[in-house]
C-alpha cells in the first residue's frame, strides 16, 4: 500500500495539487489519505468496479445539494486507476474532534439526503439491501472465511441470517434508495452540520435500514415517511 500511495502523490502533483505529506485517514474497507496540505483526499478503493458508480452517485448528489462531502474540485471529476487500484479525488474537511453533530440534525441531514437519493432511481441500477445478508451467508459455507468458527456456529449463523432475511421481507414491502451504511464513520461535521460521505453501498432497501446504523435517537427525530 505504501508504494499506491506513493504513486497517487505522483499522481496529485501531475494534476496541480501542492502535495507535501500523505496522511492516512483511514484504512478499512478502503484507504483515506489526505494530500497535505491541499483539501483533497484521496481514497484508494479495494473493490475493483465500485469506484466509478460511487463517484457518479456522489456527484448527482451534489448537485442535487444533499448534505455530502464532495468530489474534490478540478480534481475529482473522473475516476483515476493507480498502481492496479481505483483512486478518486474529495473535498477535505477537517474535523474538530471535541464537536459533534446532535441526534436531531444527523435525522433532518439523512431524511434529505434520502430526498436526494430518491431523484437518482430512474438514472442508475442499483443492489437490495438484502444482497450483503445473501454474502454473509454464502461467506458461512467458505471455511476460509472466519476460519474460528465451528460448524455448529455456521449452522447457526446460517439460521439467524435466513430467518431474519424472510421476517425483513415480510415487515418491510416500501423500498427506497438509502445510503446503506450511514454509520457514525461515515458522517463528517463540516460547519456544525453533519454531512455524509462513502457512497459505495448505496442501495434500495427499507429507511430502518439505514437507521439502525445510528443511535436510536436519531430514528426518534427522523421524520415520519
Known sequence: MVDVIASV??????LGLVVEEAVALRSTNNVLVWLRPSMVVAKISSRPGMAANELSIAKALSVAGAPVVPPANDVGDRLHRVAGRDVTFWKYEPQDQTSSASSSSI???LFDLHGAL???GSVISLPTYDTQIIDAINSLDNQDFAPELQVEDRYFLRQALNSGRETLAQIHD???IIHGSPHGMNILVVAGKPRFIDFETVQVGPLEWDLAHLEPEVADHYPAP
Open 9 to 14: 502523490v505522483v499522481l496529485a502533483r501531475k
Open 118 to 120: 430518491a431523484t437518482l
Open 174 to 176: 416500501t423500498h427506497r
Open 107 to 109: 435525522a433532518m441531514a
